[in-house]
């Protein structure tokens, strides 16, 4: 089983949970991989107790499966679950997008549009985590500036599962080169206030990445 690093001895459940969540997005967990106890125990330098309890919470995001008398395993999502997840991000991020046209300054616009080259520069390098840290950026941008707290925390509660989505998608080679243009449609559209441009792109972008993991599930 992969190791993902000693974790200082002072070190609390959040950041134990912030370790295993960080495993499981940047792929070095697949979904379906059973995670055992005694090695992560190992790996990170804490106790069993603070593993369960930060994978209880990982199993309220979803990220984690519990099977009785075997132990946690990385969660495994259908391509109906996919759909599902899918559906409700691209109304909500095509929401968020429209907003943001309207009423982000003009510096947070700035702000999204150098988190869309560092995405660039990241895709360049083909590092997943990376390219998956950049587009966390930009959504923080947006959804920060979007003037609806409630669409953010809506989208927030979804993104530990899109991440594992979205990892099969991001460096996908035939999508890549699309998704990059698509954010720079979506910077334009910040850039010239045009929100109805900026909604059906970003829904578009979602829908896209939808076919794409889809279709990687199915493989």
């Given amino acids: 089983m992969a190791k993902i690093g000693l974790v200082q001895p002072d070190t609390l459940r959040q950041r134990v949970e912030d370790a295993v969540r960080n495993a499981i997005m940047s792929g070095l967990y697949l979904p379906g991989e059973r995670l055992v106890e005694r090695e992560l125990c190992e790996d990170l330098g804490v106790s069993r107790a603070s593993l369960r309890e930060a994978m209880r919470r990982l199993e309220a995001e979803k990220l984690v499966e519990i099977i009785p008398h075997k132990g946690p395993m990385v969660a495994v999502i259908t391509a109906d679950e996919a759909r599902q997840i899918y559906a409700l991000r691209a109304v909500l991020e095509g929401y968020a997008a429209h907003e943001f046209a309207l009423i982000a300054t003009e510096n947070a616009i700035e702000e999204f549009a ?106």
């Fill in 114 to 219: 150098a988190a869309a080259d560092a995405l660039k520069d990241a895709a360049l390098k083909n590092s997943r985590e990376d390219v998956l840290q950049a587009k966390a950026s930009l959504y923080d941008i947006m959804l920060g500036n979007c003037g609806n707290a409630l669409a953010q925390d809506v989208l927030k509660g979804l993104y530990s599962r899109i991440n594992l989505l979205r990892a099969t998608s991001l460096l996908d080679p035939s999508r890549l080169p699309k998704s990059l243009a698509e954010i720079a449609e979506l910077t334009q559209a910040f850039r010239e206030r045009d929100a109805g441009r900026a909604q059906d792109v970003a829904s578009m972008h979602v829908k896209n990445a939808c076919e794409v993991a889809l279709r990687n599930l199915d493989e």
